[in-house]
């Protein structure tokens, strides 16, 4: 019994330090991608401010004096952006999967303890989760998606605009400026699901309480 409770709790221990790891992990992504997403506005809002930055940037830190195909540019913030939200898309969908998982755990501490009650992550974060929390929680996981999604549109309808052409730049960052779009909405798609799932069960267990 006491070998088991004690399996038990260092796992416990574990995956929380995981979790830790995992939010540090999921602001520093987001910190990524809003860089990259104030570049691409930028850019797309005032293309020729950006071409000026980015050519002095280019002559003094690679030594090249002049670089014509600033279009390469912005494919590559795309496409590093792309790869940076699906990051940070992942990590979010962990950090929820290992929610769960510890409050699954903490349940189970609790029912072996008995006289004890371990939630620390679990029943004590959820009733007691701070308002200032619970919006920074909306950022991350509903607001930022949706600028994410207004401001990739502006861009492509602006770069529409400027340039039409099948096969060009414009091709390829059409390319990637939907599938970051369609990633994000299924994203979204998953957090209100499971929002929606969560809101659910707390009304049919305050149903069968009373």
């Known amino acids: 019994m006491e070998k088991e409770l004690e399996i038990y709790y260092d796992h416990y221990k574990d ?7 995992y939010l540090k992990q999921r602001d520093k992504y987001f910190m990524y991608s809003v860089i990259l997403l104030s570049l691409v506005f930028f850019n797309s809002m005032l293309p020729t401010d950006f071409e000026i930055i980015s050519k002095e940037i280019i002559k003094n ?8 195909n600033l279009k390469l540019i912005n ?41 004890f009650n371990i939630f620390r992550e679990g029943k004590a974060y ?21 600028l994410l999604i207004i401001l990739l549109l502006i ?26 779009i369609i990633l994000t909405l299924f994203y979204l798609l998953w957090i209100h699901f499971k929002d929606f799932n969560s809101c659910k069960k707390k009304k049919n267990g305050v149903q069968q309480s009373v």
Do not use: C, M
């Open 15 to 21: 995956s929380f330090s995981y979790l830790r790891q």
């Open 61 to 68: 830190k690679i030594g090249i004096e002049e670089f014509g």
């Open 75 to 115: 494919s590559f913030l795309l496409f590093s952006l792309l790869s940076i939200v699906i990051k940070y898309f992942q990590i979010n969908l962990l950090i929820e999967r290992q929610y769960s998982y510890l409050h699954h755990i903490e349940k189970r501490l609790s029912f072996k303890l008995k006289e």
């Open 126 to 146: 959820l009733n007691q989760y701070p308002i200032f929390g619970n919006i920074v929680h909306r950022v991350y996981t509903i607001g930022f998606p949706f």
């Open 155 to 180: 861009k492509w309808r602006a770069s529409f605009l400027a340039e039409f052409k099948l096969v060009s730049f414009f091709s390829f960052d059409t390319i990637v400026i939907w599938l970051t």
